[in-house]
């Protein structure tokens, strides 16, 4: 398996640009979680979705950001308009609940995507 | 925000030393999972932890599930260092399917 992929690794933008993140799933997980790790805040859960449609999205900062899931093995988190204090590494993990009910959940990352917005 | 206070937030250690970090929450967690995160990557599961007072090994590393469900720790005998990194330790609380992450230990290993 190769693992959650997710595109572009690195991405510079100017203040006021549109930024979209994506991330491909693991085979077979049905579970999809956008984080954000930055210095002042470490990882943050922005949403996630289960089954392809959203369960939480109390993470997500503001209106400037949405994330969609069309279809099992697509996700994308939009930024519009790009602030700097966007500026993070975005990460997307996907999940396969193990057990049931309250059964174990572990969660595979990707590498990531390092924003920049200038 | 965060609901874990991990420590330390940091390390030097001397190859070979033994390591330990522990989490603490107010909350109960069901599940903690334990991470490492190298530079320019994503985090990656080290170990994972099910139930109260379990105790798991993985190599040089021990973790072990506090008997009230609210802590954790992580060890690491005989540090080497591609032992460097930053460690996360993670909790799941009821059947919840996100996790809630420590602000991490940054870890590094002298030579």
């Known amino acids: 398996d190769a693992g959650v992929i997710q595109s572009p690794r690195h991405e510079v933008t100017e203040m006021g640009q549109e930024v979209t993140l994506r991330c491909k799933p693991i085979s077979g997980h049905n579970s999809l979680f956008w984080y954000r790790q930055t210095m002042m805040r470490g990882l943050e859960l922005l949403i996630y979705f289960n089954n392809n449609v959203p369960i939480d999205d109390s993470g997500m900062p503001e209106d400037r950001f949405s994330a969609k899931m069309p279809n099992a093995s697509f996700s994308t988190l939009k930024i519009q308009p790009s602030e700097p204090r966007d500026s993070a590494v975005y990460f997307c993990?996907?999940?396969?609940?193990?057990?049931?009910?309250?059964?174990?959940?572990?969660?595979?990352f990707g590498a990531g995507s390092r924003l920049t917005v200038l | 925000g965060q609901q874990l206070n991990q420590s330390p937030q940091s390390m030097f250690i001397q190859e070979g030393e033994d390591v330990s970090m522990n989490c603490t929450s107010s909350s109960i967690f069901n599940t903690w999972l334990w991470y490492k995160q190298e530079p320019g990557e994503g985090p990656v599961l080290l170990i994972a932890l099910y139930k109260a007072g379990e105790l798991t090994s993985n190599g040089r590393l021990t973790a072990q599930f506090g008997i009230t469900r609210k802590d954790s720790f992580l060890n690491i005998s005989a540090s080497i260092p591609s032992d460097v990194g930053i460690y996360f330790c993670?909790?799941?609380?009821?059947?919840?399917?996100?996790?809630?992450f420590g602000s991490g230990t940054q870890l590094t290993v002298l030579p």
């Open positions: 993990a996907s999940s396969s609940r193990t057990g049931g009910l309250g059964g174990a959940n572990v969660l595979t």
């Open positions: 993670a909790g799941q609380r009821g059947s919840a399917r996100q996790l809630t």
